[in-house]
Protein backbone atom coordinates (compact mmCIF):
# COMPACT_ATOMS: atom_id res chain seq x y z
CA UNK A 1 0.00 0.00 0.00
CA UNK A 2 1.28 3.65 -0.75
CA UNK A 3 -0.37 6.39 1.64
CA UNK A 4 -0.02 9.96 0.32
CA UNK A 5 -0.58 11.54 3.59
CA UNK A 6 1.47 13.82 5.02
CA UNK A 7 2.47 14.39 8.49
CA UNK A 8 -0.14 16.82 10.46
CA UNK A 9 -0.85 18.29 13.79
CA UNK A 10 -2.93 16.52 16.24
CA UNK A 11 -6.53 17.80 15.36
CA UNK A 12 -10.13 16.99 16.55
CA UNK A 13 -11.49 13.91 14.82
CA UNK A 14 -13.86 14.63 11.89
CA UNK A 15 -17.36 14.53 12.60
CA UNK A 16 -17.55 12.10 9.15
CA UNK A 17 -15.46 9.81 7.06
CA UNK A 18 -16.19 10.34 3.30
CA UNK A 19 -14.89 7.06 1.80
CA UNK A 20 -14.58 6.40 -1.99
CA UNK A 21 -13.58 2.95 -3.61
CA UNK A 22 -11.41 3.44 -6.88
CA UNK A 23 -10.64 1.78 -9.68
CA UNK A 24 -9.33 3.25 -12.90
CA UNK A 25 -11.52 6.53 -12.20
CA UNK A 26 -9.22 9.32 -14.15
CA UNK A 27 -12.34 10.17 -16.53
CA UNK A 28 -14.33 11.36 -13.77
CA UNK A 29 -12.47 11.29 -10.32
CA UNK A 30 -12.45 15.10 -10.77
CA UNK A 31 -16.22 15.87 -10.97
CA UNK A 32 -16.70 13.29 -7.50
CA UNK A 33 -13.81 15.00 -5.77
CA UNK A 34 -15.03 18.89 -6.65
CA UNK A 35 -18.96 18.27 -5.61
CA UNK A 36 -17.20 17.37 -1.95
CA UNK A 37 -15.29 20.00 -2.02
CA UNK A 38 -18.53 22.23 -2.45
CA UNK A 39 -20.86 20.58 -0.22
CA UNK A 40 -22.78 22.65 1.65
CA UNK A 41 -22.67 21.73 5.48
CA UNK A 42 -21.81 22.55 9.73
CA UNK A 43 -19.65 19.06 9.65
CA UNK A 44 -16.43 18.79 9.15
CA UNK A 45 -15.62 15.91 7.02
CA UNK A 46 -12.58 14.41 5.47
CA UNK A 47 -12.07 12.18 2.42
CA UNK A 48 -10.55 9.04 2.28
CA UNK A 49 -10.09 7.49 -1.61
CA UNK A 50 -8.90 4.08 -1.42
CA UNK A 51 -7.61 3.39 -4.65
CA UNK A 52 -6.23 0.88 -7.01
CA UNK A 53 -6.25 2.13 -10.38
CA UNK A 54 -3.68 1.41 -13.33
CA UNK A 55 -4.44 4.95 -14.86
CA UNK A 56 -3.82 8.76 -13.48
CA UNK A 57 -6.24 8.62 -10.60
CA UNK A 58 -3.75 8.52 -8.49
CA UNK A 59 -1.75 11.90 -10.24
CA UNK A 60 -4.48 13.51 -10.17
CA UNK A 61 -5.75 12.93 -6.69
CA UNK A 62 -1.87 13.20 -5.51
CA UNK A 63 -1.30 16.93 -7.69
CA UNK A 64 -4.60 18.32 -7.29
CA UNK A 65 -6.76 17.32 -4.21
CA UNK A 66 -3.87 17.38 -1.38
CA UNK A 67 -6.86 17.36 1.31
CA UNK A 68 -7.98 14.08 0.29
CA UNK A 69 -6.36 11.09 2.35
CA UNK A 70 -5.12 8.60 -1.07
CA UNK A 71 -4.41 4.72 -0.37
CA UNK A 72 -3.16 3.47 -3.12
CA UNK A 73 -3.11 -0.13 -3.75
CA UNK A 74 -0.83 -1.75 -7.02
CA UNK A 75 -2.83 -4.70 -6.45
CA UNK A 76 -6.95 -4.34 -7.42
CA UNK A 77 -8.94 -3.92 -4.56
CA UNK A 78 -12.96 -5.06 -4.98
CA UNK A 79 -15.51 -2.47 -4.18
CA UNK A 80 -16.55 -4.38 -0.66
CA UNK A 81 -12.37 -4.35 0.29
CA UNK A 82 -11.53 -1.14 -0.53
CA UNK A 83 -14.73 0.24 1.44
CA UNK A 84 -13.45 -2.02 4.55
CA UNK A 85 -10.05 -0.29 4.44
CA UNK A 86 -11.46 3.15 4.33
CA UNK A 87 -13.46 2.01 7.47
CA UNK A 88 -10.28 1.10 9.27
CA UNK A 89 -8.14 4.29 8.08
CA UNK A 90 -11.69 6.27 9.27
CA UNK A 91 -11.19 9.06 11.61
CA UNK A 92 -15.01 9.69 12.35
CA UNK A 93 -17.19 8.12 14.02
CA UNK A 94 -19.87 8.37 11.00
CA UNK A 95 -18.85 7.21 7.52
CA UNK A 96 -20.57 8.14 3.94
CA UNK A 97 -20.11 6.19 1.41
CA UNK A 98 -19.56 7.68 -1.81
CA UNK A 99 -18.63 6.02 -5.55
CA UNK A 100 -16.21 8.05 -7.88
CA UNK A 101 -18.73 7.97 -10.89
CA UNK A 102 -21.07 9.53 -8.35
CA UNK A 103 -21.94 13.62 -8.30
CA UNK A 104 -23.01 15.14 -4.69
CA UNK A 105 -25.58 18.09 -4.69
CA UNK A 106 -24.03 20.38 -2.62
CA UNK A 107 -26.61 19.42 0.35
CA UNK A 108 -25.70 15.71 0.18
CA UNK A 109 -23.36 15.17 3.34
CA UNK A 110 -25.65 17.41 5.36
CA UNK A 111 -28.52 15.55 4.70
CA UNK A 112 -27.36 12.07 4.77
CA UNK A 113 -25.42 13.26 8.21
CA UNK A 114 -28.52 15.12 9.93
CA UNK A 115 -30.86 11.74 9.43
CA UNK A 116 -28.48 9.68 10.69
CA UNK A 117 -27.84 11.93 13.55
CA UNK A 118 -31.91 12.38 14.24
CA UNK A 119 -33.29 8.88 13.01
CA UNK A 120 -33.25 5.51 14.95
CA UNK A 121 -31.11 3.87 12.61
CA UNK A 122 -28.31 1.90 12.05
CA UNK A 123 -27.35 3.10 7.91
CA UNK A 124 -29.13 5.98 5.71
CA UNK A 125 -29.08 6.43 2.03
CA UNK A 126 -30.74 8.79 -1.02
CA UNK A 127 -31.28 8.59 -4.48
CA UNK A 128 -29.77 8.23 -7.68
CA UNK A 129 -30.08 10.55 -10.66
CA UNK A 130 -29.35 10.08 -14.08
CA UNK A 131 -25.89 11.70 -15.04
CA UNK A 132 -25.94 10.70 -18.94
CA UNK A 133 -29.85 11.64 -19.87
CA UNK A 134 -29.39 12.17 -23.60
CA UNK A 135 -27.34 9.43 -24.38
CA UNK A 136 -29.65 5.86 -25.14
CA UNK A 137 -27.16 3.65 -23.99
CA UNK A 138 -26.42 5.34 -20.44
CA UNK A 139 -29.45 6.14 -19.71
CA UNK A 140 -30.53 1.93 -20.72
CA UNK A 141 -27.78 1.15 -18.03
CA UNK A 142 -29.26 3.74 -15.69
CA UNK A 143 -32.40 2.51 -15.60
CA UNK A 144 -31.90 -1.47 -15.44
CA UNK A 145 -29.48 -0.57 -12.08
CA UNK A 146 -30.84 2.08 -10.36
CA UNK A 147 -34.75 1.83 -10.58
CA UNK A 148 -35.18 0.92 -7.01
CA UNK A 149 -33.43 5.08 -5.74
CA UNK A 150 -34.81 7.18 -8.91
CA UNK A 151 -34.79 10.92 -7.02
CA UNK A 152 -38.71 11.50 -6.12
CA UNK A 153 -39.78 14.22 -3.91
CA UNK A 154 -40.93 12.64 -0.55
CA UNK A 155 -40.38 12.53 3.16
CA UNK A 156 -37.91 9.92 4.16
CA UNK A 157 -38.65 6.39 4.94
CA UNK A 158 -37.72 3.05 5.87
CA UNK A 159 -36.10 0.99 3.28
CA UNK A 160 -34.71 -2.77 3.06
CA UNK A 161 -31.30 -1.86 0.61
CA UNK A 162 -29.41 0.68 0.31
CA UNK A 163 -26.88 2.10 -2.20
CA UNK A 164 -23.79 1.75 -1.41
CA UNK A 165 -22.53 4.24 -3.21
CA UNK A 166 -25.07 6.84 -2.10
CA UNK A 167 -24.71 5.58 1.52
CA UNK A 168 -23.63 6.47 5.30
CA UNK A 169 -23.60 4.73 8.70
CA UNK A 170 -22.09 4.00 12.14
CA UNK A 171 -18.33 3.10 12.05
CA UNK A 172 -19.12 0.65 14.43
CA UNK A 173 -21.70 -1.36 12.60
CA UNK A 174 -19.09 -1.06 9.73
CA UNK A 175 -16.79 -3.03 11.74
CA UNK A 176 -19.16 -5.28 13.36
CA UNK A 177 -20.16 -6.84 9.49
CA UNK A 178 -17.51 -6.28 7.13
CA UNK A 179 -18.71 -6.07 3.07
CA UNK A 180 -18.40 -9.11 1.47
CA UNK A 181 -14.69 -9.07 -0.68
CA UNK A 182 -16.58 -8.01 -4.36
CA UNK A 183 -17.61 -5.81 -6.35
CA UNK A 184 -21.05 -6.66 -7.10
CA UNK A 185 -23.79 -7.32 -4.74
CA UNK A 186 -21.74 -6.10 -1.27
CA UNK A 187 -24.06 -3.38 -0.56
CA UNK A 188 -26.98 -5.12 -0.98
CA UNK A 189 -26.03 -8.41 1.79
CA UNK A 190 -24.50 -5.60 3.90
CA UNK A 191 -27.55 -3.85 4.17
CA UNK A 192 -29.86 -7.01 3.96
CA UNK A 193 -28.02 -8.32 6.67
CA UNK A 194 -28.51 -5.67 8.81
CA UNK A 195 -32.06 -5.16 8.09
CA UNK A 196 -32.88 -9.31 8.88
CA UNK A 197 -30.72 -8.46 12.42
CA UNK A 198 -33.32 -5.77 13.21
CA UNK A 199 -31.15 -2.47 12.69
CA UNK A 200 -33.26 -0.20 10.15
CA UNK A 201 -32.13 1.70 7.36
CA UNK A 202 -33.57 4.53 6.00
CA UNK A 203 -34.23 6.21 2.32
CA UNK A 204 -33.80 9.82 2.22
CA UNK A 205 -34.52 10.39 -1.31
CA UNK A 206 -33.34 14.57 -1.36
CA UNK A 207 -30.18 13.25 -0.86
CA UNK A 208 -29.10 12.95 -4.48
CA UNK A 209 -26.15 12.03 -6.22
CA UNK A 210 -25.68 11.73 -10.25
CA UNK A 211 -24.53 8.63 -11.57
CA UNK A 212 -21.77 9.12 -14.52
CA UNK A 213 -22.87 5.96 -16.45
CA UNK A 214 -21.44 3.54 -18.67
CA UNK A 215 -22.26 4.78 -22.40
CA UNK A 216 -21.50 2.45 -25.41
CA UNK A 217 -23.14 -0.31 -26.29
CA UNK A 218 -20.62 -3.02 -25.57
CA UNK A 219 -19.88 -1.29 -22.19
CA UNK A 220 -23.39 -1.35 -20.77
CA UNK A 221 -23.83 -4.95 -22.22
CA UNK A 222 -20.73 -6.35 -20.79
CA UNK A 223 -21.78 -4.60 -17.10
CA UNK A 224 -25.17 -5.66 -17.57
CA UNK A 225 -23.87 -9.14 -17.64
CA UNK A 226 -21.51 -8.85 -15.15
CA UNK A 227 -24.54 -7.81 -13.05
CA UNK A 228 -26.37 -10.77 -13.85
CA UNK A 229 -23.61 -13.47 -12.59
CA UNK A 230 -23.60 -11.37 -9.82
CA UNK A 231 -26.99 -11.05 -8.71
CA UNK A 232 -27.48 -14.53 -9.19
CA UNK A 233 -25.09 -15.40 -6.05
CA UNK A 234 -26.41 -13.01 -4.21
CA UNK A 235 -29.30 -13.53 -4.33
CA UNK A 236 -28.56 -17.05 -3.10
CA UNK A 237 -29.03 -15.35 0.38
CA UNK A 238 -31.13 -12.17 0.01
CA UNK A 239 -33.75 -14.17 -2.20
CA UNK A 240 -33.26 -18.05 -1.36
CA UNK A 241 -37.13 -19.11 -2.35
CA UNK A 242 -36.72 -17.40 -5.28
CA UNK A 243 -33.19 -18.47 -6.72
CA UNK A 244 -34.86 -22.24 -5.73
CA UNK A 245 -37.38 -22.07 -7.86
CA UNK A 246 -35.11 -20.17 -10.60
CA UNK A 247 -32.40 -23.72 -10.51
CA UNK A 248 -35.28 -25.76 -10.61
CA UNK A 249 -36.70 -24.21 -13.97
CA UNK A 250 -33.97 -21.51 -15.18
CA UNK A 251 -35.55 -20.78 -18.73
CA UNK A 252 -37.73 -18.83 -16.58
CA UNK A 253 -34.91 -15.90 -15.77
CA UNK A 254 -35.86 -15.02 -19.51
CA UNK A 255 -39.17 -14.54 -19.12
CA UNK A 256 -39.07 -12.47 -16.34
CA UNK A 257 -37.83 -9.96 -18.44
CA UNK A 258 -41.19 -8.49 -18.77
CA UNK A 259 -41.93 -8.38 -15.85
CA UNK A 260 -39.15 -6.31 -14.35
CA UNK A 261 -39.39 -4.14 -17.04
CA UNK A 262 -43.47 -3.42 -15.89
CA UNK A 263 -42.35 -3.18 -12.30
CA UNK A 264 -39.56 -0.35 -13.66
CA UNK A 265 -41.82 1.49 -15.81
CA UNK A 266 -44.34 1.25 -12.66
CA UNK A 267 -41.87 3.32 -10.73
CA UNK A 268 -40.49 5.29 -13.09
CA UNK A 269 -44.22 7.00 -13.98
CA UNK A 270 -44.69 7.00 -10.05
CA UNK A 271 -41.14 9.19 -8.96
CA UNK A 272 -40.00 10.81 -12.04
CA UNK A 273 -41.93 13.61 -14.57
CA UNK A 274 -44.80 12.02 -17.68
CA UNK A 275 -41.43 13.15 -20.25
CA UNK A 276 -39.29 10.50 -18.17
CA UNK A 277 -42.28 8.07 -18.78
CA UNK A 278 -42.50 9.02 -21.94
CA UNK A 279 -38.28 8.49 -22.86
CA UNK A 280 -38.63 5.06 -20.68
CA UNK A 281 -41.40 3.87 -23.02
CA UNK A 282 -39.17 4.29 -26.49
CA UNK A 283 -36.32 3.03 -24.48
CA UNK A 284 -38.27 -0.18 -23.90
CA UNK A 285 -36.67 -2.54 -26.95
CA UNK A 286 -33.10 -1.07 -25.37
CA UNK A 287 -34.31 -1.79 -21.85
CA UNK A 288 -35.65 -5.79 -22.77
CA UNK A 289 -32.37 -6.24 -24.67
CA UNK A 290 -30.64 -5.27 -21.97
CA UNK A 291 -32.05 -6.84 -19.06
CA UNK A 292 -31.89 -10.27 -21.21
CA UNK A 293 -28.26 -10.21 -21.36
CA UNK A 294 -28.82 -9.43 -17.31
CA UNK A 295 -30.96 -12.95 -17.58
CA UNK A 296 -28.07 -14.59 -19.56
CA UNK A 297 -25.51 -13.54 -16.86
CA UNK A 298 -27.69 -15.21 -14.58
CA UNK A 299 -28.48 -17.69 -16.18
CA UNK A 300 -24.93 -18.77 -16.55
CA UNK A 301 -24.37 -18.48 -12.92
CA UNK A 302 -27.21 -20.88 -12.05
CA UNK A 303 -26.41 -23.50 -14.54
CA UNK A 304 -22.21 -22.77 -12.74
CA UNK A 305 -24.54 -23.16 -9.47
CA UNK A 306 -26.29 -26.46 -10.03
CA UNK A 307 -23.01 -28.38 -11.05
CA UNK A 308 -21.48 -27.63 -7.72
CA UNK A 309 -24.50 -28.36 -6.20
CA UNK A 310 -23.35 -31.31 -4.53
CA UNK A 311 -20.22 -30.53 -3.52
CA UNK A 312 -21.57 -27.18 -1.85
CA UNK A 313 -20.98 -26.50 1.64
CA UNK A 314 -23.38 -25.68 3.65
CA UNK A 315 -21.79 -22.75 5.37
CA UNK A 316 -21.30 -21.38 2.06
CA UNK A 317 -24.07 -19.72 1.00
CA UNK A 318 -22.84 -17.41 -1.59
CA UNK A 319 -19.82 -19.95 -3.39
CA UNK A 320 -18.20 -17.05 -4.89
CA UNK A 321 -19.05 -13.69 -5.87
CA UNK A 322 -18.07 -12.79 -8.96
CA UNK A 323 -15.86 -9.49 -9.53
CA UNK A 324 -16.96 -7.14 -12.18
CA UNK A 325 -14.29 -5.95 -14.54
CA UNK A 326 -15.75 -2.63 -15.26
CA UNK A 327 -15.33 -2.06 -10.68
CA UNK A 328 -19.31 -1.66 -10.18
CA UNK A 329 -21.60 -2.82 -7.40
CA UNK A 330 -24.54 -4.46 -8.71
CA UNK A 331 -27.86 -2.20 -7.15
CA UNK A 332 -30.62 -3.97 -8.45
Given at each position: ?????????T??P??V?V???S????????????????Q?????????????S????H????????????????E???????????V??????????????????P??????Y????????????????????????????????????L?C????C?????M????G?????????????????????????LV?????????????V?H?????L???L??????????????Q???????????????????????????I?????????????????LL??F??????????????????????Q???????????????????????
Open positions: MVSSEQPTQLPPDSIIPFNSAPHVRQCLDALKAITTCSYEVILVDSQDATDIVTDEYPDVRLFHFDRCSVGKARNIGEKAKAEIVLFLDTDCVPITWLEQLSALQSHHVVGVGGAIENGTPTNIMGSVGFYLEFFRFSKGSPFSTFLGGNSFRKTVCQSLPFKDASIGDDFLFTWHHSGRPLLFVPSAVRINKTGRNVNYQYQLGLGACAYRTVSPRLSSSMKRLPPAIFLSSVFVLFWGCLVLKREKVFDGIKFFLPLLFGHLVWATGFFREIMRIRKLPHRHPQDPLMRMPQSEAGGQAKG
